[in-house]
């Protein structure tokens, strides 16, 4: 998570000029520190697992299974709404 805000910090700091290599390392930053930020909760999910509570695998395919149905679903959601 100290990735994500370094990888955004950079990316704000990033948009106050005009030059367009900074702006594109600004947006690459940003990129980056997004998909940190979204990889950090399986990877934290996946270890919690594997390591403290050794369940079968078969759950943490279903919570997985479970987890992006949600998404999907509010998204769907979010869309109607918008």
Do not use: D
Not at 19 to 48: D, H, K, N
Not at 60 to 80: D, E, K, P, R, T
């Amino acid at each position: 998570c100290m990735a994500f805000c370094i990888f955004h910090m950079i990316a704000a700091i990033t948009m106050h000029w005009n030059l367009y290599p900074l702006l594109m390392l600004g947006r690459i930053s940003s990129g980056i520190g997004t998909a940190i930020l979204f990889s950090c909760f399986e990877c934290w999910m996946v270890s919690e697992h594997n390591s403290r509570h050794r369940f079968s695998s078969s759950l943490l395919s279903y919570m997985f299974g479970l987890n992006f149905c949600a998404m999907y679903f509010v998204a769907v959601l979010s869309g109607l709404g918008a």
